[in-house]
């Protein structure tokens, strides 16, 4: 009997790893090493000990969208399982600026500003993860109090042939670009912050391949074991091509309203539902792979954008707005009253009242001038919400703002946030 009980409680134990590797691997592109990470989580499953998952926030653009919670939600998966996680607030690397990308040395953020910077990050991040299973740490606890001795024993881990091998470093040697030494410091404390957490996992976009990477050389430096490195894809905005960014306009963001949030994302191209199932939502592998086969057997896409739209929306503002802004997108775009594909433009901070937007139509090649604008305006041609435009000084007030010009031009203005 105690040799079944043991063989049944074994087989648990693979069950539950291989259920977590499979939450783990949805949506990743690469992880290193999945064996080592696999042998972390039966330990954990054997010991009823947590691992620590180590996330890393340099707060140089506190305003986050969608795209942005690519890793946090995949650490948020793993807050599902009882692991814990690190948020590392880099406010003392925050000054010196992440390297990674960039073609020459980027300005040094102050105090003041990344203290800002993380005050806003922190009210934005707790809308994915578990507050009461995440612990907000600051590097400087710990980088500040280095003394010269430690930064050189620290920067003796590494060389510069191999720091040159990152292929923004290499680059700008070869264009003969300056380098700041400091810069070289960089991966070197996003290592260090591994090492003072005894991080199990690190999660970053392929971008950070090379700073979490050196984590791992430098906690086996010092005796500990190795943390996994998991990196996320970057997710392709609303058009389909560009990576999601604010400045480009295609993007959701996280504090938009429930009506905004569910309309852009139906406007998400068909190509895509899958892999914004897979990056931006909780839901099962095995529930991707059934909406895979559904569109494989030629169902409307359409269908399967609802389904992606309502768990987007849930996420953020709950099942019942959720629901209420689907009755409110099939109400409003799919009667007829409103074409679904209007063009959609994000206003600039000058751009609240209606005779502003003016520029916009004409490059859309709705009006041919603001003459003609303030023509069709007198003759009733344009409306606001349904509603007839008498004034070209109107202001915009509502979060999303509707222009119909004549008979079949229809546009769709988004107020900035405040």
């Known amino acids: 009997m105690g040799q ?23 949506g990743t592109l690469e992880i290193i090493q999945e064996d080592e990470l696999a042998t972390k ?30 890793v946090l939600r995949k650490v948020r998966q793993m807050q599902e399982f009882g692991h814990r996680a690190v948020i590392i607030i880099g406010d003392f690397t925050g000054k010196i600026g992440d390297p990674t990308g960039r073609s020459k040395t980027r300005k040094q953020l102050t105090k003041k500003q990344v203290q800002e910077n993380a005050a806003t990050y922190m009210e934005q991040i707790f809308k994915v993860l578990d507050r009461e299973k995440t612990q907000v740490l600051f590097n400087s606890e710990w980088l500040a109090k280095l003394n010269f001795e430690e930064v050189i024993h620290l920067a003796a881990n ?3 042939a191999r720091l040159l091998e990152r292929e923004d470093f290499s ?19 996003q290592a260090y912050d591994s090492v003072q957490i005894h991080a199990d996992i690190e999660l970053g976009g392929t971008d950070q391949t090379f700073n979490i990477l050196m984590g791992r050389t430098l906690q086996k430096s010092v005796g500990q074991e190795a943390q996994i490195a998991i990196f996320m894809p970057l997710l392709e905005g609303l058009d389909g091509v560009e990576k999601m960014s604010k400045s480009l306009g295609n993007y959701i963001g996280v504090d938009e309203s429930p009506e905004v949030m569910f309309k852009k994302t139906m406007e998400v191209p068909d190509n895509l ?14 529930e991707i792979d059934m909406l895979s086969d559904r569109l494989s057997a030629n169902e409307n896409p359409r269908n399967i954008k609802l389904l992606l739209a309502e768990n987007i929306t849930s996420l953020y503002h709950g099942a019942d707005k959720a ?16 074409p679904e594909d209007m063009p959609h433009i994000v206003c600039l901070d000058g751009e609240r ?43 915009l007030t509502a979060p999303e703002t509707v222009l119909k010009i004549g008979k079949k031009n229809f546009i769709c203005f988004e107020l900035p946030e405040n």
């Open 4 to 26: 079944i009980n043991c063989g049944t409680a074994i087989q648990e134990v693979e069950t539950q790893i291989e259920e977590q590797l499979k939450i783990i691997k949805k």
């Open 41 to 70: 989580l039966r330990r954990s499953i054997t010991k009823n000990q947590p691992l620590t998952i180590k996330l890393g926030l340099d707060p140089s653009a506190p305003d986050i969208h969608i795209g942005h919670t690519v």
């Open 158 to 160: 590494t060389t510069v």
């Open 171 to 189: 680059n700008r040697y070869k264009r003969q670009e300056p380098i700041g030494l400091h810069e070289f410091f960089y991966p070197l404390m």
């Open 273 to 286: 539902i899958l892999r914004y199932f897979e990056l931006v939502t909780d839901m099962h592998p095995d």
């Open 323 to 338: 629901k209420k802004a689907k009755e409110y997108f099939l109400s409003v775009f799919s009667a007829g009253k409103l």
């Open 353 to 395: 009242i209606l005779l502003n937007l003016v520029p916009h139509l004409i490059s859309k090649g709705i009006i041919s001038s603001g003459s003609e604008f303030r023509r069709l305006i007198k003759q009733g041609g344009v409306t606001m919400n349904e509603e007839r435009v008498t004034d070209a000084d109107a202001p």
